[in-house]
C-alpha cells in the first residue's frame, strides 16, 4: 500500500511540476524513474516490462492526448535499464543517477519514435532534456543515498536502545 502511495505522489508532483508556474525545463525532471530504475537496482527484475508498461499507461492518462507512446517509451526504458543493470552489475548512486539519466533520454527518444507515425512528433527543446536529464539522475542519485542510509532501521535501533 505504501509502495502504490508513493508512485501516485511522485504523479502528481509531477502533474505539478508542468504547471504554467514552473519553469518549462522543471516538466523535464521525470520522478517516476525512480521506480524504474530501482527495482533492477535492488535485484527485483521479475517484472520489470509490467512496471515500465504500468507507469507509462498511467503516464499516459494523466499527461498524454493519446493513450500509447507513454506505454511504450516506459516499458523500453524500463527493459533497457535493467538489461543495463545486469550487465554492469555496479549498484552505486552514481550509477543509480547515470541509469535514470539515461532512461529519461531512453523515455524522451522512443516517445518522440512512437508519436511519429501518429503525425504528432514534436522533438522536445534540448535544455528542456538536458535539465530532465540531469534533475531525474540526480532525483536518482539522492534516492539511492537515502535508500543507503535505511533510515527506518536507524529509527528502530535507536528505540530499541533507549527502551532498554
Known sequence: ???????????????????PVF?????????????VVGPPM??????VFLTGLGLG??????????????AIAWSAAALIVAWTVRRVGKHSALSWGLLGAGGTVLVAGFRFLALIPLGRAAPPPLVQIAAGTAGTGLL??????????DLPGRV?????????
Do not use: N
Not at 521525470?30 to 521506480?35: E, I, R, T
Not at 535492488?42 to 517484472?47: A, D, K, L, N, V
Not at 499507461?57 to 507513454?70: H, K, Q, R, S, T
Open 140 to 149: 536518482c542519485a539522492v534516492a539511492a543515498l537515502l535508500l543507503g542510509m
Open 23 to 35: 519553469p518549462a525545463w522543471a516538466q523535464g525532471v521525470l520522478l517516476p524513474m525512480v521506480w
Open 42 to 47: 535492488r535485484h527485483r527484475t521479475q517484472h
Open 57 to 70: 499507461l498511467a503516464w499516459d492518462l494523466l499527461f498524454e492526448p493519446i493513450i500509447g507512446p507513454g
Open 1 to 19: 500500500m505504501k509502495l502504490a502511495v508513493a508512485v501516485v505522489l511522485s504523479f502528481v508532483v509531477q502533474w505539478i511540476l508542468g504547471m
Open 156 to 164: 528502530r535501533r535507536y528505540r530499541r536502545g533507549r527502551l532498554r
